[in-house]
C-alpha cells in the first residue's frame, strides 16, 4: 500500500491529491461514505456508479429483499384484517 498524506484546512477540508482521485474517479460533486473500522481507522469510500454496482453485483445472488419485504408487509395486512 502506497502511502500518501493530506492536510486538513481550519475549516476541516481536505483535499484529496489528484493521483487518488484520477484513480479511483473522484470528481467535484461525488459522495463519499466515512467508515470506521475497529482499530479506530477511518476509511473514505468514494460512491462512484462504480462502486454501486459492485454493491449491486454483491447482492445480486443474495436474497430478495425487495420480496421479503413485500411478503412481510402483505402478512401484516392480513392478520390487521
Known amino acids: 500500500m502506497k502511502e500518501i498524506s493530506a492536510t486538513f484546512t481550519s475549516k476541516g477540508q481536505l483535499v484529496i491529491p489528484a ?9 467535484a460533486g461525488t459522495r463519499v461514505k ?3 473500522d475497529q482499530f479506530g481507522r477511518i476509511v ?5 456508479e ?10 445480486a445472488d443474495g436474497p430478495d429483499l425487495l420480496a421479503k419485504w413485500e411478503d412481510e408487509h402483505r402478512k401484516e395486512g392480513k392478520s390487521k384484517s
Do not use: A, K, N, S
Not at 19 to 27: D, K, N, S, V, W
Not at 44 to 48: A, E, G, K, N
Open 19 to 27: 493521483e487518488l482521485r484520477r484513480r479511483h474517479g473522484i470528481q
Open 44 to 48: 473514505l469510500q468514494p460512491v462512484t
Open 50 to 59: 462504480e462502486y454501486i454496482d459492485r454493491v449491486m453485483g454483491c447482492l
Open 34 to 36: 466515512f467508515l470506521e
